[in-house]
């Protein structure tokens, strides 16, 4: 057959070239294999495009739930879909400083975009004149010896949802502290 004659109807797999010459020239099975080629050439492009399913960049919106349920993860609806993206490929680094202040600064760093202010409280010493801690700290009362306050200086506070906020906080914090939560708008520099 020519491909004059091949253009109107009928279609060759080309998986004949992998068949010994003498079934190449056969029609039924050239046109017999379309049926596989059909149903695997999709399958064959997910599989060597498998790598990017796992990559957090890079995998469809819709895998990132099932992405994100591999390491443990229950992702929020809420959250831009960049930042949660940037949460699945930080969370296994998230857990190793899970109820520490380095966690939870860069936890609330991923979702809002800026590094926050985490201020531990340390019940009431006295400092001489000429003392320099190097350590910003805030002086408590003994019943307030388990609190720290997270500071955040955002652009514009509307873009913060602080319930999400408050229920990072409450996830990473260790469970017999309590804290402060202030969201303040950052004065622009002129």
């Avoid at 997910?46 to 790598?51: K, M, P, Q, T, Y």
């Avoid at 805030?138 to 652009?155: G, K, M, N, Y």
């Avoid at 409450?170 to 708008?185: D, F």
Wanted: aromatic share 12%.
């Amino acid at each position: 057959m020519t491909d004059s004659e091949n253009d109107g109807e009928e279609r060759y797999s080309n998986y004949l070239q992998y068949l010994p010459a003498f079934y190449r020239e056969d029609d039924f099975t050239g046109r017999f294999l379309n049926i596989f080629e059909d149903i695997l050439t999709p399958i064959e492009g997910i599989v060597d495009n498998l790598a990017f399913y796992f990559d957090p960049g890079t995998t469809p919106q819709s895998f990132l739930t099932w992405l994100a349920s591999w390491v443990g993860l229950v992702l929020d609806e809420r959250w831009p879909e960049a930042r949660r993206r940037q949460l699945i490929k930080s969370v296994v680094e998230l857990y190793r400083w899970r109820g520490t202040k380095r966690g939870l600064s860069e936890y609330l760093r991923i979702y809002t975009g800026v590094v926050p202010q985490v201020l531990e409280h340390t019940p009431a010493t006295q400092l001489g004149t000429n003392t320099n801690s190097g350590t910003t700290k805030i002086r408590v009362t003994e019943d307030q010896a388990h609190c720290f306050t997270v500071i955040l200086e955002v652009p514009d506070v509307s873009t913060i949802d602080a319930d999400i906020v408050r229920s990072i906080i409450e996830s990473e914090k260790p469970a017999y502290t309590t804290y402060i939560l202030q969201i303040n708008e950052r004065k622009s520099k002129m």
